[in-house]
T-cell receptor, first 114, second 115 residues
């Protein structure tokens, strides 16, 4: 079974600084997708960024970018110019191509210090 | 359409009672998913539908759990004979099938407390 590991239960960063959240996964598949979701307190989960495994180029969405290392099965999220609104739980998730249902990590609680 | 809607938002029930939760997906989405999220954990995939067909249900936690999507629109998740271990947040999500890697849009969830 596929597993997703987030080794940082909590991270703290100063406003306007850069922070990187770590994620590793285990799979024997070659066709899969990776995601970072944000879950603010008492609000629904929203997609931050996605990466297709077949793409070598790292995905970028404004202040959010990933470092996708396929051989190492690593998928880290970098948040630049951190803002107070970035404070949330961040979940790394994996999905096989053709299959459904996301496999999530345990999450990283991101704290933004003003 | 304002997104995925779940009802109720909170449910407190006594052990042994049955509970049913409802999810209304985004109207043009033909896939609907149910997840369970316990405290300190990421969501755990339970089941999903494509239109009215339930394509995966082996991940449902026990035979006390069942889900339906009778007309391919809203879905219900029922838990029979609830146990204290069923206390969790139950999340619903929907997506459009024809875009393989499209994002799943999540609802705000139903928080179940079994006392």
């Amino acid at each position: 079974a596929q597993t997703v590991t987030q080794s940082q239960p909590e991270m703290s960063v100063q406003e306007a600084e850069t922070v990187t959240l770590s994620c590793t996964y285990d799979t024997s598949e070659s066709d899969y997708y990776l995601f970072w979701y944000k879950q603010p307190p008492s609000r629904q989960m929203i997609l931050v960024i996605r990466q297709e495994a077949y793409k070598q180029q790292n995905a970028t969405e404004n202040r959010f970018s990933v470092n996708f290392q396929k051989a190492a099965k690593s998928f880290s999220l970098k948040i630049s110019d951190s803002q107070l609104g970035d404070a949330a739980m961040y979940f790394c998730a994996y999905k096989e191509g053709g299959a459904d249902g996301l496999t999530f990590g345990k999450g990283t609680h991101l704290i933004i210090q003003p | 359409d304002t997104g995925v809607s779940q009802d109720p938002r909170h449910k407190i029930t006594k052990r042994g009672q049955n509970v049913t939760f409802r999810c209304d997906p985004i109207s043009e989405h033909n896939r609907l998913y149910w997840y369970r999220q316990t405290l300190g954990q990421g969501p755990e995939f339970l089941t999903y539908f494509q239109n009215e067909a339930q394509l995966e249900k082996s991940r449902l936690l026990s035979d006390r759990f069942s889900a339906e999507r009778p007309k391919g629109s809203f879905s219900t998740l029922e838990i029979q004979r609830t146990e204290q271990g069923d206390s969790a947040m139950y999340l619903c999500a929907s997506s459009h099938h024809y875009r393989e890697n499209t994002e799943a849009f999540f609802g705000q969830g139903t928080r179940l407390t079994v006392v």
